[in-house]
């Protein structure tokens, strides 16, 4: 049986990209639909984002009852700092299972109450303008109901394509979610590995492989750089979190090239050797299971895009410009599969802003206040430019400080003082240009700085804002001041008579 359905807007996906565009594009007033192969809310709210925060937050909720409690005065048994906590994993997965299934009926909620119309399927472009959308079978639907007639043919004003990614895999780890594990597969654990093998010392690699440390595994990171999260966070905000995952019993091994595994023994429950090159020889470790992260692929190899043309660039992005249309005037791209950041907040911002395109709005993406977090111990969480990437821009000239949580009360009240806040400024204008933090409730903290860059902040703008004390966001007031070399709680050297008058007050700058 086959139907034929027509909208002003049809998007391809419902990830934190697609529902965003398809909730806002109908909130204009647009007749909208959203076609989803498998579960509303995409990767991030299913198998992404939430659920491994959900596992994150309760490994952390077990480390601070097994280290902080007793220190704290809370007893657990009465065992004092050798209490014994267990974890029943099939309780915890479905805890993190029910955290997930109740932001994806949000998604479905909102979507109803906004009028968009949801196909549920896999949709194909058989022309520019027309998809065939196929019912998922079920096993492919993730348990859920598939209301879509065999196929349905769908025609479009508009097309927005956010589609997203999946795992890159490499010669001599096929992901079968068994015994090698992709995100997905390791968020699905519901026995905790004795002992397990990452490949890649990425985002996910290191935050999966933390909670699981936290959880009893032993854990070793292999990875091909020389250096965790390269490229992606401030080097020295990295340490920090490196040392850290050392003391808790993480084992990383730098220019480690994972090549092949191997079962030993034949029985069904026995381990594995994951072979790799490290200086040129080949070395061997054993472990229960190997969690594969070394990137992830957007998935413009499906959905039909190059049969009908859309252009795609040589890493496999769908090319767009600064209202994220492709190659075809009437066709949007988002998310992950228009692009780095590969974040959940970078696709719903350009969900919102290519319905607001198809709404006749001026709109355009900047990349510059694309936060980024890294949800390790601590976070870490950045915004606007690396120090490396400065010179490029043409900032030569820089003021750079860092103020330490270790000097705010706040943290040392809740027993978190590793890290601070670095700031890094344009020396002739005071221009905020990044701000690079690592330590408690930086997820939090971050998006403070990522207004100032929005609105090309200057320090003193950071520095005479009030902060409620005692609050951690004190550190970011801090380190302001500390880039302009007056931090009241660190020591710094005086400043000269010019700079002291020099300093902007907020009756001065309004
Ligand atoms: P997706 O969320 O991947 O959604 C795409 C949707 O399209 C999917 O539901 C898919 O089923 C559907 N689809 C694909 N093709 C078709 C088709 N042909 N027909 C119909 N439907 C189709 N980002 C953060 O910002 N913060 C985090 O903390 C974070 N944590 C993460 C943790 C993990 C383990 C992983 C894997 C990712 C994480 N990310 C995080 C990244 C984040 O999940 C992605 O950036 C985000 O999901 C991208 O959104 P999207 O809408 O582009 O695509
Ligand atoms: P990643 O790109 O973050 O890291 C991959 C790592 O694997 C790199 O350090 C690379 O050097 C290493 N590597 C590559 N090949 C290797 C090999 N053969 N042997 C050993 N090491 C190898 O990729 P990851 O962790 O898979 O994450 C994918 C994306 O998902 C991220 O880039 C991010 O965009 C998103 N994500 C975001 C999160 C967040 O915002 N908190 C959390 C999780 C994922």
């Not at 549920?120 to 520019?128: D, I, L, N, Q, W």
């Not at 429950?269 to 080949?282: H, M, P, Q």
């Not at 472990?287 to 252009?311: E, F, H, W, Y």
Request: charged share 25%; hydrophobic share 40%; with cysteine.
């Amino acid at each position: 049986m086959s139907t034929q359905q027509n909208f002003d807007v049809c998007v391809i996906g419902a990830g934190p990209g697609g529902y965003v565009a398809a909730i806002r594009a109908a909130q204009l007033g647009k007749k909208t639909c959203v076609i989803e192969r498998e579960f509303l809310g995409g990767v991030c709210l299913n198998v992404g984002c939430i659920p491994s925060k959900a596992m994150i937050s309760a490994s952390h909720f077990l480390e601070r009852l097994r280290h902080d409690a007793p220190e704290m005065g809370i007893e657990i048994k009465s065992g004092g700092k050798s209490a014994e906590i267990n974890v029943n994993m099939k309780k915890l997965v479905g805890w993190k299972q029910s955290v997930s299934d109740r932001m994806s009926s949000g998604v479905s909620q909102l979507l109803k109450g906004n009028a968009v119309t949801v196909i549920r399927g896999e949709a194909e472009f058989v022309s520019p303008n027309e998809l065939k959308v196929s019912a998922s079978r079920p096993g492919e639907t993730n348990g859920k109901t598939n209301g879509a007639a065999e196929v349905t043919m769908v025609t479009a004003k508009n097309f927005v394509i956010a589609t997203g990614s999946r795992p890159i895999e490499i010669p001599g780890f096929q992901i079968d979610e068994k015994n090698v594990l992709s995100s997905t597969g390791a968020l699905a654990l519901d026995e905790i590995p004795k002992s397990l093998v990452v490949i890649g010392g990425g985002y996910i690699g290191l935050e999966i492989g933390s909670y699981l440390r936290k959880l009893g595994s032993e854990v070793t990171v292999l990875e091909a750089g020389s250096a965790l999260l390269n490229g992606v966070a401030d080097r020295e905000c990295v340490q920090i979190v490196e040392r850290k995952l050392k003391k808790s019993g993480v084992n990383v091994i730098f220019g480690a090239k994972a090549k092949a595994y191997k079962k030993m023994g034949d029985k069904k429950d026995s381990s594995y050797i994951v072979e790799y090159e490290l200086s040129g020889k080949t070395e061997k470790i054993e472990c229960d299971k190997i969690l594969l992260t070394v990137g992830r692929r957007p998935n413009s190899d499906q959905t039909g895009l190059k049969k009908v043309g859309v252009a795609i660039d040589e890493r496999g992005f769908v090319k767009v410009n600064s209202q994220r249309r492709t190659n075809f005037a009437h066709i949007f791209a988002i998310g992950d599969i228009a692009g780095q950041p590969m974040l959940a907040h970078k696709a719903s911002h350009e969900g919102v802003l290519v319905a607001e395109v198809i709404g006749g709005m001026n709109r355009a993406y900047d990349v510059k206040t694309v936060p980024a977090v890294v949800f390790t111990d601590p976070e870490i969480a950045s915004v606007g430019l690396l120090e490396s990437e400065c010179a490029a821009r043409g900032f030569n000239d820089l003021m750079i400080s860092k103020f330490p949580f270790a000097a705010n009360g706040r943290a040392v009240s809740l027993m978190e003082t590793d890290g601070f806040v670095k700031i890094i400024a344009d020396k002739k204008s005071h221009v905020v240009l990044g701000v690079h933090m690592v330590g408690p409730e930086v997820s939090n903290l971050i998006s403070e700085a990522a207004l100032a860059i929005e609105m090309g902040a200057l320090l003193e703008d950071l520095a005479l804002t009030i902060h409620p004390h005692p609050t951690l966001g004190e550190v970011v007031m801090e380190a302001a001041e500390a880039t302009l070399g007056h931090a009241i709680h660190i020591i710094q050297k005086p400043l000269s008579r010019t700079e002291t008058t020099n300093r902007p007050t907020t009756a001065t700058r309004t």
